[in-house]
Structures are given as structure tokens and as C-alpha cells.
């Protein structure tokens, strides 16, 4: 399994983005997203079980950010409305069958955010 993430960038506060992240095989895992901001610990962002019938999100980007799926395209997207210069960070896609998952990672995309 390989997963390549894209679709970073620099922005202003408040813009938006979205991150898609294709795996190469078609698996019936999990997809998720992570991030790591300077200085920090890589921390969870939102996952989406294979069959996209439960996601979760932190509490820090709920009801800005949307985790969705088209198996269809082996595609995992992340969808961050109002985005705010915390969010700024590497942006990881991992996949797997634990949940979240954390078995296989993309190479990231960075995101920053400017005030």
C-alpha cells in the first residue's frame, strides 16, 4: 500500500482547502488524517471507516473540517473550511485496519495558515 497525499498550500485565515490522499490498492481499511505542527507532537485530525458509515473528528476542527471517501477512486479527502493559523502543520493520510488507523502513512502535505 502506498498513499500519496496532496492538495496543501499556503492560505489566509478563513480560506479553505481540501486534501485528498490516494491509495494505490483498493482495501477495504480505513482512511485517516493526522497532522504535525513545529515543535508539536503528531496528533489525530479525522478518520473514516472503509465503508464511510462512521468518521470521527477532534473536537479542535469540528464543524470545519469533513472527512470523506470515494472507494470508487481509492480517495480519502479532507475537507478544512475557516481555517485558522493553528491549523497550520504537515498533514499526513494513513490507512489500516485499526481505527484510527495508523498502519501505513503518505509522505504529507503542508498546510499553512496565515493571520
Known amino acids: 500500500v502506498q498513499l500519496q497525499a496532496s492538495g496543501g498550500g499556503l492560505v489566509q485565515a478563513g480560506d479553505s482547502l481540501t486534501l485528498s490522499c490516494i491509495n494505490s490498492e483498493r482495501t477495504p481499511d480505513n482512511m485517516g488524517w493526522f497532522r504535525k505542527a513545529p515543535g508539536k507532537e503528531r496528533e489525530f485530525v479525522a478518520a473514516?471507516?472503509?465503508?464511510?458509515?462512521?468518521?470521527i473528528t477532534r473536537d479542535s476542527v469540528k464543524g470545519r473540517f469533513t472527512i470523506s471517501r470515494d472507494n470508487a477512486k481509492n480517495t480519502a479527502y479532507l475537507q478544512m473550511d475557516r481555517l485558522k493559523p493553528e491549523d497550520t502543520a504537515i498533514y499526513f493520510c494513513?490507512?489500516?485496519?485499526?481505527?484510527?488507523?495508523?498502519?501505513?502513512w503518505g509522505q504529507g502535505t503542508q498546510v499553512t495558515v496565515s493571520s
Open positions: 494513513s490507512a489500516g485496519r485499526t481505527w484510527p488507523p495508523r498502519h501505513y
Open positions: 473514516i471507516r472503509w465503508n464511510s458509515d462512521t468518521t
